[in-house]
């Protein structure tokens, strides 16, 4: 059974930076996806940075790109968001999340297969 556990959410001024982590347990699929998403009030939930585990390609949506990175530990089979240079459109619940087929075509995908309870992200002006 998979587990995502998210870490790290909080409040932070707009331009300073956060750090969120997953935890995953039982997910072993080598060649899978995991990625971050992320549901703001009123708007639908958009994947915002991924990680084809095959290779350790990303893909990083527009509004996110150049300020977040995500990585993976195989270590501790453990997922990261660092987020900088924070806005306050980026206030939002944010999302762990994983899924069996691989590629980086389809990590761009919203169609995940587990999920984790979500962390709560909020910058002030």
């Known amino acids: 059974q998979v587990q995502l556990v998210e870490s790290g959410g909080g409040s932070v001024q707009a331009g300073g930076s956060l750090r969120l982590s997953c935890a995953a347990s039982g997910y072993t699929y080598s060649r899978g996806c995991m990625g971050w998403f992320r549901q703001a009030p009123g708007k639908e939930r958009e994947v915002i940075a991924s990680?084809?585990?095959?290779?350790?390609?990303?893909y990083y949506a527009d509004s996110v790109k150049d300020r977040f990175s995500v990585s993976r530990e195989r270590a501790n089979n453990a997922l990261y968001l660092q987020m900088n240079n924070l806005k306050p459109e980026d206030t939002a619940v944010y999302y762990c999340?994983?899924?069996?087929?691989?590629?980086?075509?389809?990590?761009?995908?919203?169609?995940?297969?587990?999920w984790g309870q979500g962390t709560q992200v909020t910058v002030s002006s």
């Open positions: 999340a994983a899924k069996v087929a691989g590629g980086l075509q389809t990590c761009a995908r919203p169609s995940y297969d587990y």
């Open positions: 990680i084809y585990t095959g290779l350790g390609s990303t």
